[in-house]
Antibody, heavy 123, light 110 residues
Framework: QVQLQQWGAGLLKPSETLSLTCAVYGGSFSGYYWSWIRQPPGKGLEWIGEINHSGSTNYNPSLKSRVTISVDTSKNQFSLKLSSVTAADTAVYYC?????????????????WGKGTTVTVSS | QSVLTQPPSVSAAPGQKVTISCSGS????????VSWYQQLPGTAPKLLIY???KRPSGIPDRFSGSKSGTSATLGITGLQTGDEADYYCGTWDSSLSAVVFGTGTKVTVL
């Protein structure tokens, strides 16, 4: 049974860099994309980006200039960095496993999710 | 900000049926597979439906999905109090090269 365990700083000041890590336990790390999704208080889900075991990434265009997702295959972990945070980045951040087949018709779904990390940006 | 549009809320009595619509465009729903997620209060989202209409192991057949053109629909029959949650559709957007989610729908059991 695959499980995702995530951690990182929960309180940041404006202009700081958000840093979260997600560890994958109990399953294969290759063959999937590993994603980050966030949810502001009382709002819906927003996809941040993803990475596969080879380091290939895709990012949300609206966040791309501030986001870096990296992978450490030796530890089965992947990480998120979001720079220059503001109050608008306050949210619960989730990591998730994505099954993806890109093509003329793309299959994409997230079948395993972490429990979420609450990140608050406040001066 | 969401590319996919869902009704804010739907409700029905226990045992009844509800449907949730998800409207998009040719760059997302129209040409890619749709998934649905259930988010119970205070918890992480959970995959309910993938590839438009398939259920992961452990998801009861009370939940169903369908797609037609640029819209998708989630159906829940035999509504239970435990179904009270927020539901989101999601898919890949080929124009944005990004995952997009619906605006979310809150299901209330009366």
């Amino acid at each position: 049974q695959v499980q995702l365990q995530q951690w990182g700083a929960g309180l940041l000041k404006p202009s700081e860099t958000l840093s979260l890590t997600c560890a994958v336990y109990g399953g294969s790390f290759s063959g999937y994309y590993w994603s980050w999704i966030r949810q502001p208080p009382g709002k819906g889900l927003e996809w941040i980006g993803e990475i596969n075991h080879s380091g290939s990434t895709n990012y949300n265009p609206s966040l791309k200039s501030r986001v870096t997702i990296s992978v450490d295959t030796s530890k089965n972990q992947f990480s998120l960095k979001l720079s220059s945070v503001t109050a608008a980045d306050t949210a619960v951040y989730y990591c998730a496993r994505a099954l993806t087949i890109f093509g003329v018709v793309t299959r994409y779904y997230m079948d395993v999710w972490g429990k979420g990390t609450t990140v608050t940006v406040s001066s | 900000q969401s590319v996919l549009t869902q009704p804010p809320s739907v409700s029905a009595a226990p045992g009844q049926k509800v449907t949730i619509s998800c409207s998009g465009s040719s760059s997302n729903i129209g040409n890619n597979y749709v998934s649905w997620y259930q988010q119970l209060p205070g918890t992480a989202p959970k995959l309910l439906i993938y590839d438009n209409n398939k259920r992961p192991s452990g998801i009861p057949d009370r939940f169903s999905g369908s797609k037609s053109g640029t819209s998708a629909t989630l159906g829940i029959t035999g509504l239970q109090t435990g179904d009270e949650a927020d539901y989101y559709c999601g898919t890949w957007d080929s124009s944005l090269s990004a995952v997009v989610f619906g605006t979310g729908t809150k299901v209330t059991v009366l």
